[in-house]
């Protein structure tokens, strides 16, 4: 698996990647029928790096990595994941964000933030607390999920020093 | 004092507020150096209400409210208040978070969170406090303060159900 930065070609898959995980409307609180052109516009905005993880030949996943804030809040960097369904398991997730948090290392962020991570998405916050996140806010019925209702959401936070 | 929806003509007052708050780089994690045209573009975006105080023809403080997040996380409102640096201790600030907490209910939010109150603003800690938002994360060492340092930041919720 080869992990690196997107370019234009790489827009279709990135586009079904990111459709087939809005449209489920349980982990991201983005509109679940955003348009292709407003998500490429997100996922490829000012001060964002993107990136994609390649094997075979095949774009599986894709993650974005940005200042978090402007200003004074620009030391925290905020990033946000996504693999194709169809290629979920395989340690994906996981690669993406350990390259993730050496990238933040190496653009000279001091801390990753995660800034809405929804109470009931139990894989992403059992692997960023295995990669040294810890949770520092709860954000109470901040999300509404398309089974479960009102539910927390979580914001976590990882020191690079 | 009357609080109302902002228009074109207070472009200019909103403005001088806006670069005299951020230019301290003491309280919101915005560039120092912000443009105009970046400033209004930003606190005019798309889907923010903005308002003005006004009081005897002079504006003396503007705040926006928005939809904190987008699709299952858009029942949640942000907002920032900005109080112009010589109109302070008027109680400008509290109208202002007073009228927000109405407007946000007019508009059907269930609650209103503050994403990044740097843990030195006292006095704005405080106001919140009294109006009942309640500190529910925080963010270690996430500001840079132009004296101080490092300082943490707050996440700030209230409920209003």
Redesign the interface.
Known sequence: MKIRAAAEPDHDPIWRIFHAV?AT??T?????Y?SREKALAYWFGADIQTYVAESAGRIGGTYILRP?????????ANAAFMVAPDARGQGIGRAMAEHCLSEACRLGF??V?F??V?STNESAIRLWKQLGFKI???????????EKGYVD?F?M?R?LR
Do not use: C, E, K, M
Request: charged share 10%; glycine share 12%; no cysteine.
């Open positions: 809005v409307g349980d991201y609180a983005i509109d679940p955003i978090n804030q402007s200003g004074g809040g620009s030391h925290v001091r801390a933030q800034n809405f929804v520092v806010g709860t954000l109470p019925v901040a999300f509404r999920h398309p959401v914001v936070y020191s």
